[in-house]
């Protein structure tokens, strides 16, 4: 047992070492792309954080889903943030999956790229919006008699670039349409829909979609129709910039059988790959970080027709 527990511990680190080392590759290639994406998502703060200085407490506007949903209240509102915290934290693990399982379907990195294009897409038209017209916040924090509802002018501009985080993330007021939790959680569901795996998990992600939207709207986070604009947004932003992006590789038509008939067949397509390779015949730049990825699984495959061999001949 100790010794099973070992190998495949062993195998497991350098399936991470191998992965890393193609996927820093990329980042090399991509860092870019990454760095941009990233450093949109501190504007997309600041811009929040500068409406903030314009919002306008008033008088709650009429809402159907006001009306039809029961208000969570104050000491219930973590039930939204929770749901959302969990759709995240469970993306961003799903991502960095083909690190450590044998099926892989996409690079961590690329995928990234692709992400984060459809957020900064979307997030340009929701900053936009909310500059266009201001509502009065429906938020606790943001009804008439709250203390956070208006900002004083800022001090300096340090007070500004800031943007008083975590508490003025938290607690901002005014960029209402159209809501960020939802543009957040649809991209991540819809790429999860295209490039995962499993049914049911995309059903759940769907079905947490929902419940999230409703969530929001109970806790008075947003109006209604800050989440109705995000539904039909955000599936029409991914949907076109999705078929501009080049498509990602797809690693699961490349991979090799996991019990070749015979050595002989490694050999001559190890050869025939290879050969594709030295020649130029292999049009995307993948295909080379693809081809190290199969020679190791190569390796592998071979050490494990070691493994039963010696099993069965003991």
């Known amino acids: 047992m100790t010794l099973y527990i070992a190998r495949e511990g062993s195998k497991l680190w350098r399936k991470i070492c191998i992965e890393t080392s193609v996927e820093l590759q990329l980042l090399l290639e991509k860092w870019k792309l990454l760095l941009a994406g990233l450093v949109f998502q501190y504007i997309h703060g600041l811009a929040a954080r500068g409406v903030h200085y314009l919002h306008r407490p008033g008088p709650i506007l009429q809402d159907l889903g006001f009306m039809f949903l029961p208000e969570l209240g104050k000491e219930r509102g973590y039930i939204s943030e929770s749901v959302f915290t969990f759709i995240f934290l469970s993306f961003v693990l799903w991502t960095f999956h083909p690190f450590v399982y044998h ?54 501009i340090l007070e500004v670039l800031l943007i008083n985080f975590p508490r003025g993330v938290i607690y901002g007021c005014g960029d209402l349409i159209f809501s960020s939790h939802m543009i957040f959680t649809l991209v991540f569901v819809r790429t999860y829909h295209k490039y995962g795996s499993k049914r049911f998990v995309k059903l759940l992600g769907w079905l947490l979609a929902i419940s999230q939207s409703l969530l929001i709207v109970a806790s008075r986070k947003h109006y209604t129709v800050d989440v109705v604009v995000a539904w039909y947004t955000v599936n029409l932003v991914v949907f076109f910039v999705d078929k501009k992006l080049p498509e990602m590789p797809d690693r699961t038509g490349g991979s090799l059988q996991l019990l070749p008939l015979s050595v002989k067949e490694k050999d001559s397509r190890f050869k025939e790959e290879n050969h594709k390779l030295l020649n130029g015949t292999s049009g995307d730049a993948t295909d080379w970080l693809s081809f190290q990825v199969w020679t190791s699984q190569m390796q592998e495959t071979l050490e494990l027709q070691e493994i039963w061999r010696q099993c069965g001949s003991g």
């Open 103 to 156: 099926s892989k379907r996409f690079y961590t990195v690329l995928l990234w790229c692709r992400v984060l294009a459809f957020l900064v897409a979307s997030q340009v038209l929701r900053i936009i919006t909310f500059y266009s017209t201001q509502l009065p916040g429906p938020n606790y924090h943001c009804r008439e008699g709250s203390e956070l509802a208006r900002l004083p002018p800022p001090r300096n």
